[in-house]
């Protein structure tokens, strides 16, 4: 069974660093082909992608929040952090990991989700 | 990246059956047969339901089918059931700097 389980913090100030750990199972990123990925939905808006990891460390950024994040992996612990900077209330928002393979174009098991509140 | 535009409700009754529109631009939905569809609960995780356009995974109901045409795909669900109640997002890949667009989601409410 695929599993996905984000962690982190409830609540961050402004002007702080978000981390976000992506904890899966049933699969492996040292496998060929394997990625893994955050997508984040703002209360009432839509889902928005934010940063994929691929198995032999390929990485791809979202354009508009390319200098605020970054995505590594850590294979011995099956886990992918995600990196925020410079948090601000409009980053208020449900984060979702999941996992794409790479001859796939959509997102195929995805984690439940960790809520974070920016605020002071 | 502008969403993809989907109705933000549609309801139906039980054994009805129901459409829900996703209309993108020739950069994505139209140019692309790389159309996907999740269903997700209150307090779950998205799942997947449709991928590339038409084909259902491996456990989704033959109650659930997609479609495209030009900017529009489609998700259809007949025979709707209570269980269906839920939150349906499609999304796209496209050809611009990211690699998916997603809509904004419409919420199915079964009467």
């Known amino acids: 069974q695929i599993t996905l389980k984000e962690s982190g913090p409830t609540l961050v100030k402004p002007t702080q660093t978000l981390t976000l750990t992506c904890t899966f199972s049933?699969?492996?990123?040292?496998?060929?082909?394997?990625?893994v990925g955050w997508v984040r939905q703002p209360p009432g808006k839509a889902l928005e992608w934010l940063a994929l990891i691929y198995w032999d460390d390929d990485k791809r950024y979202s354009p508009s929040l390319k200098s605020r994040v970054t995505i590594t992996k850590d294979t011995s612990k099956n886990q992918v952090v995600l990196t925020m900077t410079d948090m601000d209330p409009v980053d208020t928002a449900t984060y979702y990991c999941?996992?794409?393979?790479?001859?796939?174009?959509?997102?195929?098991?995805w984690g439940n989700g960790t809520t974070v509140t920016v605020s002071s | 990246q502008s969403a993809l535009t989907q109705p933000a409700s549609v309801s139906g009754s039980p054994g009805q059956s129901i459409t829900i529109s996703c209309t993108g631009t020739s950069s994505d939905v139209g140019g692309f047969n790389y159309v996907s569809w999740y269903q997700q609960h209150p307090g779950k995780a998205p799942k997947l339901m449709i991928y590339d356009v038409s084909n259902r995974p491996s456990g989704v109901s033959n109650r659930f089918s997609g479609s495209k045409s030009g900017n529009t795909a489609s998700l259809t669900i007949s025979g709707l059931q209570a269980e269906d109640e839920a939150d349906y997002y499609c999304s796209s890949y496209t050809s611009s700097s990211v690699p998916w667009v997603f809509g904004g989601g419409t919420k199915l409410t079964v009467l």
């Open positions: 049933g699969f492996s990123l040292r496998t060929n082909g394997v990625g």
């Open positions: 999941a996992r794409r393979l790479v001859l796939n174009y959509y997102m195929d098991v």
